[in-house]
């Protein structure tokens, strides 16, 4: 099964952020297909300072670099919302060397497409 989770929380709703990589790694780790596109606030989770810190409360609670690495390293996909990123300053530098895309609405709506499933956090 192909899943796609779509969140628009970022460090200033720590848990919902964490509970979407959470389920993420979760489903590669069971042997589906993922794909993440961050809208809104939750494109700045990928600047290296917030990558660095832990979301979340609890057992699951872990740093969210981790969390992106293995969603990656297990053939995640991983898009930002271009337009998102434009607003608050997400550049091109800020994303170097993470193997993460930059996606219009039009990448949002073919992601939505070709997947089985839709998990939403915003």
Do not use: W
Not at 87 to 101: C, P, Q, S, V
């Amino acid at each position: 099964m192909h899943l796609f989770i779509h969140l628009t929380h970022g460090i200033e709703s720590p848990t919902q952020a964490d509970r979407a990589f959470l389920i993420a790694k979760t489903a590669l780790r069971d042997g589906h297909q993922v794909s993440m596109f961050l809208a809104g606030s939750a494109v700045g989770l990928m600047k290296d300072e917030n990558l660095d810190s832990v979301l979340g409360v609890g057992v699951t609670a872990t740093e969210l670099r981790n969390s992106v690495n293995e969603i990656l390293g297990a053939n995640g996909r991983i898009v930002l919302s271009q337009i998102s990123c434009g607003a608050r300053g997400i550049t091109e530098e800020d994303l170097k060397d993470k193997n993460i895309e930059l996606g219009s609405p039009s990448v949002l709506v073919e992601m939505t497409a070709q997947c089985d499933k839709v998990i939403t956090y915003g």
